[in-house]
């Protein structure tokens, strides 16, 4: 049984000094050409309330930097050793909805069903709800495609 207060203060770090020790994000905070099919969507306002080309731009940074999502779940969502390929259409946690991404950063996945990685609640870095609707509107994006 794993003590979670424990994990709460040795997860984050370990996640950090994991990040590090691979290389960091390198380049995946570059500027992403953005899919026809995600402009299109924002442009027809079919989208999900809360999610802009702002925010999935913020989402982006957050997840490929400061909240170290990217250190599990690879650079932009592609999958790892540790955390599911965000970017395709299997969803182990969720229905893939914008409300369903935000529902599992905040609660966390505490028992993973296929991988090794779990993720602490808010990714054990206690960040806002605007942070989390950013992130949700960035992983939600990773799967509008044309």
């Not at 000094?17 to 992403?32: I, P, Q």
């Not at 990685?117 to 509008?144: N, Q, T």
Request: negative net charge; hydrophobic residues 40%; aromatic residues 4%.
């Amino acid at each position: 049984m794993i003590h979670k207060p424990l994990l709460n203060h040795v997860l984050p770090l370990l996640v950090i000094v994991v990040s590090a020790a691979c290389g960091g994000t390198g380049d995946a905070n570059a500027d992403v050409p953005m899919p026809d099919a995600l402009s299109a969507t924002l442009n027809d306002g079919a989208a999900p309330d809360g999610v802009t080309l702002e925010s999935i731009s913020e989402g982006r940074i957050l997840f490929n930097a400061r909240a170290t999502c990217s250190a599990c779940h690879g650079a932009n969502g592609k999958g790892g050793q540790l955390a599911p390929n965000l970017a395709d259409d299997v969803w182990l946690n969720s229905d893939g909805s914008y409300a369903g991404i935000i529902q599992v950063i905040e609660t966390g996945v505490l028992e993973p069903k296929e991988y090794p990685g779990l993720m602490l609640p808010r990714g054990g870095l206690g960040l806002s709800d605007e942070e989390i609707s950013s992130l949700a509107a960035f992983i939600w994006s990773l799967g509008v495609r044309g």
